[in-house]
């Protein structure tokens, strides 16, 4: 009777190990898929061209007298299993500029060109970001939530507030004002799953700003 009892608790052992060893290798597999549908999803981003992107926001830009020239997207993309990108482009669909995020820092490191710019963000109740050149010591935007819902600003050196505004809009869609005048918009390239933002800027924003408005 005692050999049966413990030969009954050694099976018992063992198969509630095997059972733990084939969720974990499920586990695995899922896991495995999922990156690997990303891996997919994120190579058929990068063919997302110009024309499509700028079809999503021509009746904006059409209201407030602005070119496709004006416009400028982002698409996400994993560059480590620690760290990832937002690669920028302009509205031929060349890319020029690149913002990376390393997982758990308090910082993006945005390069266009030779020029590079720390996107940094400090401790605080609320969301801020300060965008700063490492060529120099100025400090060119800083972003501000001012209430709840998203609400927020763009303190912009040289222009002022840029007060967001938010829209009736399936795709995460943000008007700027400055002084009380449209100077932009951003929004997202999807409704289904956030893959990457398109920004659409007045002339006189520089083109560190209207990065900074997508990455944050």
Request: net charge positive.
């Amino acid at each position: 009777m005692r050999y049966t009892i413990d030969k009954l608790n050694k099976d018992t052992g063992s198969w509630f190990i095997y059972f733990i060893v084939a969720i974990l290798f499920g586990f695995s597999l899922f896991i495995y898929f999922l990156l690997k549908l990303r891996e997919t999803l994120q190579k058929k981003d990068l063919t997302t061209g110009p024309d499509e992107v700028w079809a999503s926001c021509l009746e904006f830009a059409s209201k407030w007298d602005m070119k496709k020239s004006n416009m400028i997207y982002g698409i996400y993309q994993d560059t480590s299993l620690a760290a990832i990108s937002l690669v920028v482009n302009d509205h031929n669909g060349s890319v020029i500029a690149r913002v990376e995020k390393k997982s758990l820092s308090r910082k993006k490191n945005l390069t266009i060109g030779s020029q590079k710019y720390e996107i940094e963000y400090p401790l605080s109740w609320k969301k801020s970001a300060i965008l700063k050149s490492l060529n120099s010591p100025e400090v060119l935007a800083i972003y501000r939530e001012t209430g709840n819902f998203g609400h927020h600003e763009f303190n912009v050196n040289g222009l002022g507030k840029f007060i967001s505004e938010k829209t009736l809009s399936m795709k995460y869609t943000l008007d700027y004002k400055l002084k009380g005048k449209i100077v932009g918009r951003r929004q997202g390239l999807s409704a289904l799953r956030d893959k990457g933002r398109l920004g659409v800027f007045a002339d006189e924003v520089s083109l560190p700003v209207k990065i900074f408005i997508l990455a944050v």
